[in-house]
């Protein structure tokens, strides 16, 4: 099955700064990869999603790339608020059985005010 | 309002009891799924459906087992509680088509003592 590292596994921030998380992936036929932010005592909800057929995909202060080549994707948060502060996951899927997530382990995000 | 929900939000349970989780959904979602967060886990599937009458396992279905009557019902049992399933558990579901957002229940805290 597919294996998704996610790094790192805690990051701070200055509010206003920009916060990166970082995830790789094992099976080169991956192809739909969401980012999920969970907040306390909540579930998981997407925030945004690539597809393997776009390299960049933008939603206002949140972006995703994906390099499929080097088979790793990313998030960036730009100006970053307190309300950003959350985990993180990372998420790939395979087709045909693409109804099947594999998630990374999760990044804390905590923004300083 | 549409959406996923489980029950029960937390529940203590003695070693050795059975114990139900419930997980409907009112989206007619085909797939649905069970994880376990734990602690530098992340998010680990235990078991899935693609569909109604259909269930496979996932990473960690081991003292678990799961039953798909219908498209909005996708019950968790454990059969015999061990106190290494304490957890929080999240039931989600997905529509048609493979690269398609899950949703995610509030989550079920449980401890098995």
């Known amino acids: 099955g597919e294996n998704v590292e996610q790094h790192p596994s805690t990051l701070s921030v200055q509010e206003g700064d920009s916060a990166v998380i970082k995830c790789t992936y094992s099976d080169s036929a991956s192809n739909y990869f969401p980012w999920y932010k969970q907040e306390l005592g909540k579930g998981p909800q997407l925030i945004i999603d690539i597809r393997s057929n776009v390299g960049e995909k933008k939603d206002q202060r949140i972006a995703v790339t994906l390099n499929k080549t080097a088979k790793h994707f990313s998030l960036h948060i730009t100006e970053t608020q307190p309300e950003d502060s959350a985990v993180y996951f990372c998420?790939?899927?395979?087709?045909?059985?693409?109804?099947?997530?594999?998630f990374g382990t999760g990044t804390s995000l905590t923004v300083i005010p | 309002i549409a959406g996923i929900t489980q029950a029960p939000t937390s529940q203590i349970l003695a070693a050795g009891r059975r114990m139900t989780l419930r997980c409907t959904q009112d989206?007619?979602?085909?797939?649905m799924y069970w994880y376990r967060q734990d602690l530098g886990l992340g998010l680990r599937l235990i078991h899935y459906?693609?569909?109604?009458?259909?269930?496979g396992k996932g990473e960690v279905p081991d003292g678990y087992s799961v039953s798909r009557a219908n498209t909005d019902d996708f019950p968790l049992t454990l059969a015999s509680a061990v106190p290494s399933q304490t957890s929080v558990y999240f039931c989600?579901?997905?529509?048609?088509?493979?690269?398609?957002?899950?949703?995610f229940g509030q989550g079920t805290r449980l401890t098995v003592v």
């Open positions: 989600a579901s997905r529509g048609q088509g493979r690269n398609t957002e899950a949703f």
């Open positions: 459906s693609n569909t109604a009458g259909t269930t």
């Open positions: 989206m007619r979602h085909n797939a």
């Open positions: 998420a790939a899927s395979i087709p045909p059985t693409g109804n099947q997530f594999y």
